[in-house]
T-cell receptor, first 112, second 115 residues
Framework: QKEVEQNSGPLSVPEGAIASLNCTYS??????FFWYRQYSGKSPELIMS????GDKEDGRFTAQLNKASQYVSLLIRDSQPSDSATYLC????????????FGTGTRLLVSP | EPEVTQTPSHQVTQMGQEVILRCVPI?????FYWYRQILGQKVEFLVS????????KSEIFDDQFSVERPDGSNFTLKIRSTKLEDSAMYFC?????????????FGPGTRLTVL
C-alpha cells in the first residue's frame, strides 16, 4: 500500500514566523511531489510541485525534496493569518498513470 | 485564469438513486480525474481518464461508478445506485500531461449527501 504520512497538527506559529510542514512517503519510485492548501470546506489548491532533489522556491514558499530519505517539506516564510489552512502533501507514485496519493494533511494555525 | 468547474455544488439524493456529477476541465488539458473526500478524511483517488478511456482506477471505483466524456468539454461521474457511504465531497481535477508535467488542478467540488 503506497502511503503518504503527515503530522495532523495543529501546527501553531505566530504571524511573521516560518512554518515548516513535513511529509514522508513509502513508494521509493515516486517521481512527482505536490503541496496543496485546503481551506475548510473548499477544494485543494495547488501551491508547489517538485520533481528533483533539493529546494524549489516560489515567493514565500519553499519546497524541499530528499528522495533518499523519502521526505518532502514545505516552508512558509513570513506566515500570515490567511495561511491558516490544512496543507496536503500529495505524491504521484507512477507518472505513467498520473494519480495522486494524498496525506491526511497538517493543519496550520497562524496567530496574529 | 482557466479553472475547473463542477456542478452541482450540492446534491442530495435518496439511497439507491442514480446521480451524475458534472465537471468542465480546463480546456487544453488532456487528463481528467475524480477524487473524493469523506468528511474529516483524506482525499482519495477514484479514477483517471485519458484519450477517452479510463487509464487507472482505484478499489473504490467499482461497478457502481462510471465516467464519461459526452462531448468536448464535459466530464461526468455517474454513481448508479447510491449508498449512504457514498456521501462525500467529489472533486474533479485536470492536468496538462502533454507538457510532461502532471500538476493537477481541482474544481470546487460537489458535496453529495445520500439519505
Amino acid at each position: 500500500q503506497k502511503e503518504v504520512e503527515q503530522n495532523s497538527g495543529p501546527l501553531s506559529v505566530p504571524e511573521g514566523a516560518i512554518a515548516s510542514l513535513n511529509c514522508t512517503y513509502s513508494d521509493r519510485g515516486s517521481q512527482s511531489f505536490f503541496w496543496y492548501r485546503q481551506y475548510s470546506g473548499k477544494s485543494p489548491e495547488l501551491i508547489m510541485s517538485i520533481y528533483s532533489n533539493g529546494d524549489k522556491e516560489d515567493g514565500r514558499f519553499t519546497a524541499q525534496l530528499n528522495k533518499a530519505s523519502q521526505y518532502v517539506s514545505l516552508l512558509i516564510r513570513d506566515s500570515q493569518p490567511s495561511d491558516s489552512a490544512t496543507y496536503l502533501c500529495a505524491v504521484n507514485p507512477n507518472r505513467l498513470f498520473q494519480k495522486l496519493v494524498f496525506g491526511t494533511g497538517t493543519r496550520l494555525l497562524v496567530s496574529p | 485564469e482557466p479553472e475547473v468547474t463542477q456542478t452541482p455544488s450540492h446534491q442530495v439524493t435518496q439511497m439507491g438513486q442514480e446521480v451524475i456529477l458534472r465537471c468542465v476541465p480546463i480546456s487544453n488539458h488532456l487528463y481528467f480525474y475524480w477524487y473524493r473526500q469523506i468528511l474529516g478524511q483524506k482525499v482519495e483517488f477514484l479514477v483517471s481518464f485519458y484519450n477517452n478511456e479510463i487509464s487507472e482506477k482505484s478499489e473504490i471505483f467499482d461497478d457502481q461508478f462510471s465516467v464519461e466524456r459526452p462531448d468536448g468539454s464535459n466530464f461526468t461521474l455517474k454513481i448508479r445506485s447510491t449508498k449512504l457511504e457514498d456521501s462525500a465531497m467529489y472533486f474533479c481535477a485536470s492536468s496538462d500531461g502533454d507538457r510532461g508535467v502532471d500538476e493537477q488542478f481541482f474544481g470546487p467540488g460537489t458535496r453529495l449527501t445520500v439519505l
